[in-house]
Every structure is written in structure tokens, then in C-alpha cells.
């Protein structure tokens, strides 16, 4: 894992512990006090939020069409946006970049970095490991699109968040099985905005977020363009085909979610037989 990543994970560990016990969707407004967040302003702004270094600690800045300052504590976090929770869990990742006397750390990433390392605490503030362990269940692994709407929906979380989670934590990937999300733009053109992916997919060129999906995708998931969760099969190698499945989000405008795994030929013929 890259350093400052590796950073912010730590912090993000430890701050879960801090407020342990947790469960989902995560109360963000526990960690933010914790961590010294103690207002949060709602207002009109270019971008998603913010964070200033204020007296007595932080102000999170938040992007709405209301202005409004309020003490984090009257902040009910389940009843944000999807968009606005992950918002918040951003910001908060933010404070793991100062000192206690609020000073930013030495060193300090570059903002680029910064910004990733920030998305990166966001995913693991909001699924935590031992709860995805939990929604999972035992002895089962993430293996499917409704598995992982399910854990976006407990979350409360986009279904792109859990996928780029769930990616990193190898002990629950479902063996030679790949779920990615993809969303329409405004012109038309379908970009890939998360993947998970293990086994047999690796083989294939790793599909580049915020980019058109791989064209081995298209191969294999030609549903993309009319998702309507009709089962897709296609050859792979002697007596393997990759069977895929591409679903439009119904709780997300223009997104859609396609799952591709690996199948014997004569296993699905003699199961079909009995
Ligand atoms: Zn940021």
C-alpha cells in the first residue's frame, strides 16, 4: 500500500477503535467530534467540502442549497446524502494530516495525494472491516450485485464505495468472480467508476477508473449498454465459459452494476440434466 494511504489507514483504525462499539450505516458525527470537527457548515459551494482550521478546532464545510452553521452534535449523519456522507467521512480523513496543535503534518502530501489518501480513509471510516465481516456473513463471500447493493444500502454508502472497499480486502473475494459499476455521462458515454475484481479477471487488462470500460468487458458483459440482468455466457477455455450479468441501479441515476464469473460448461450441463 502506498505510504500515505498506508497513513491514513492506520488513523482511520485507530480513530474506529476510539469509537467502538460501531455499527452501520457508521455515525459519522461520533467520529467527527472525536477527531475535533466541532461545527459544520452547510452552504452553496463549487466543490463537495471543505476544512478549516478553526480556534477551537475544525469546521467541515459541506455543499447545499440551504446555508447553515451547526454544532456537529446536531448533525444526524444517517439522514445525509449518500454523496454527503462519504463528503463528511473525506473531511474527517482531513484532520489526519494535523498535528494536535492543528498544524498541518510534516511532511505533507502533495494535494493530489492528499486528496486520494482523504477518498481512501472515506471508504475505510464507512465500511469498516469487522462489519463487512458481519453483513457478509460467515463462511460466505462477496459474491454478488444484489450482496453488494445490500452492503451499500446498510452503509449507507454508494455501491462505487463498497466496490473499491471490498477490492482490498482479499479474504472476502469471491474466487475467479469480478463486479464492476459503470455510469452513463450526460453525452452518452459509459465511464467505469468501480471495480473488484479476482482470479481468473486479473488475467485481463485492469479496467482504469473514470475511463471507458476495457474492451474485454464489453466481450464479456455486452449487456452493458441495455442493462436488463439477462445471464450472458461466453467461451473462456476448454469446457469454461465467463457468465456475466449487467443491472441498471435503480436507486442511482445512470448507474450500472455488472458481475462476471467463471463457470465449467459440463457443471451447469448436469446441473441442468438433474
Ligand atoms: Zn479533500
Not at 6 to 25: D, K, M, N, T
Not at 37 to 51: L, N, S, T, V
Not at 146 to 158: F, G, K, N, P, T
Amino acid at each position: 500500500m502506498p505510504f500515505w494511504q498506508g497513513r491514513v489507514s492506520l488513523a482511520a483504525e485507530h480513530l474506529l477503535r476510539q469509537c467502538a462499539p460501531l455499527r452501520l450505516p457508521i455515525d459519522l458525527t461520533r467520529l467527527a467530534i472525536k477527531q475535533g470537527i466541532a461545527q459544520i457548515r452547510f452552504r452553496p459551494m463549487p466543490c463537495d467540502g471543505a476544512i478549516e482550521v478553526v480556534a477551537d478546532g475544525f469546521v467541515v464545510h459541506m455543499q447545499s442549497t440551504k446555508e447553515q452553521l451547526v454544532p456537529t452534535s446536531a448533525v444526524d449523519s444517517s439522514a445525509l446524502s449518500v454523496r454527503q456522507r462519504f463528503t463528511f467521512a473525506h473531511e474527517i480523513s482531513h484532520t489526519f494530516f494535523y498535528d494536535a496543535a492543528r498544524q498541518p503534518c510534516k511532511p505533507h502530501p502533495t494535494p493530489r495525494l492528499l486528496e486520494g489518501s482523504c477518498n481512501h480513509g472515506a471508504q475505510r471510516l464507512l465500511l469498516p472491516e469487522h462489519l463487512l465481516a458481519r453483513e457478509i456473513g460467515t463462511g460466505r463471500r462477496f459474491d454478488s450485485i444484489e450482496m453488494a447493493l445490500d452492503i451499500a444500502s446498510a452503509a449507507r454508502v454508494s455501491a462505487e464505495v463498497v466496490l473499491q472497499r471490498m477490492d482490498e480486502l482479499d479474504q472476502f473475494k469471491e474466487t475467479d468472480y469480478a463486479i464492476l459499476t459503470f455510469r452513463k455521462q450526460d453525452d452518452g458515454g459509459i465511464v467505469t467508476t468501480g471495480v473488484c475484481i479476482n482470479g481468473v479477471f486479473d488475467e485481463f487488462p485492469s479496467p482504469t477508473l473514470y475511463a471507458p470500460p476495457a474492451k474485454w468487458v464489453w466481450r464479456i458483459a455486452p449487456g452493458l449498454s441495455t442493462p436488463n440482468g439477462a445471464v450472458h455466457r461466453s467461451a473462456y477455455r476448454d469446457g469454461w465459459e465467463l457468465v456475466s450479468r449487467c443491472v441498471a441501479n435503480e436507486q442511482s441515476l445512470g448507474q450500472v452494476i455488472a458481475e462476471g464469473r467463471l463457470e465449467m460448461i459440463a457443471a451447469r450441463t448436469i446441473s441442468t440434466a438433474v
